[in-house]
């Protein structure tokens, strides 16, 4: 059974009833699901998962203390904490998993502060472009069971993805990166004998290539461990196999041009996707150019200056 519908079935089994018998005047106050950390709030768990962090539990979001008192919200911990500490093979841990609790009761301001630096998920362009995308995708990842008032869906919904003049801005640094790394950095590194230089090379264009191919697919790129399984699953045709080929190919002279080859290839298909997005108007393989090209569209002069 995955996390997310082990989550909902305790939920339902086991925090429903608590909370209509023991806090009927919070019903229309709170949220409850199971997003953020985790691989079970992607869907990404497994057997292997199960060996740290996991268990049976959800998140109770509440609003301001101005709507539920201090008090409430601990008698509603106290509450939970006597929820059944086994289900379905799984226990509860008594302690917090590092970086805080993962379950229980959590304010809304404070899951989002932890993640976005803004306690109620108003962001400014700057804050956009440099949150790492795999906080903003904590926000919105896994599900909501309940909202009574809507609130943690609304924010859902407003974080949902990036504004578009900011992922026009994040797809030219990609490119200009890959230019720069792989397009030019490679070959010149193999050529002064510095194969660790040109695995770095290599990597940094990889990197870049993963990050943009989520860009151009509108999709917040997550923690390192799940990129290429995210990845797989974007439905981007063979970019993730090129990437994936080049990450873990052998860096040598004697394999420089089928590295070259990959390159390209994997240069050919970012330039057919920006076309096919309306954002390139270069005729060129230099994927600097194409990145300039992403830039012009950029409607905001600050963000269009941001770097």
Known sequence: MKGLELSYRYF????????????????????????????????????????????PGFCIFLPGEDVVDRRT???????????????????????????????????????????????????????????????????VNGEIFCDGPGLMTGIRQKLSYLPEDIRLRKL????????????????????????????????????SGVHAAFLLARSYMPFYKWRFRALRELGLGDIAGILSELLLCPVSAAEENRILAMIGEAGEFFIGALRMQGLTDAVCTELDKHGRSVEERIEDGFIRNLR
């Open 73 to 139: 919200a601990f008698l509603l911990q106290r509450a939970y904490d006597r929820l059944p500490k086994e289900y379905e093979g799984l226990k509860r841990s008594l302690i917090a998993p590092e970086g805080g609790r993962r379950r229980g009761v959590i304010r809304i301001s404070d899951f989002l502060l932890g993640r976005t630096g803004s306690p109620d998920g108003s962001l400014t362009a700057e804050q956009w472009y440099r949150l790492p995308e795999q906080y903003l995708l904590e926000v």
């Open 172 to 207: 030219s640094d990609c490119l200009i990166s890959m230019a720069q790394a792989g397009q030019y950095n490679f070959e010149r590194c193999l050529a002064h004998g510095e194969t660790e230089a040109a695995r770095y090379a290599l990597s940094e264009f990889c990197g």
């Open 12 to 55: 339902i089994e086991f925090g429903e009833p608590m909370l209509k018998d023991e806090f009927p005047q919070l019903e229309q106050l709170i949220a409850c699901g199971l997003c953020g950390s985790g691989s079970e709030c992607l869907g990404f768990d497994d057997e292997i998962s199960r060996d740290h962090d996991m268990e």
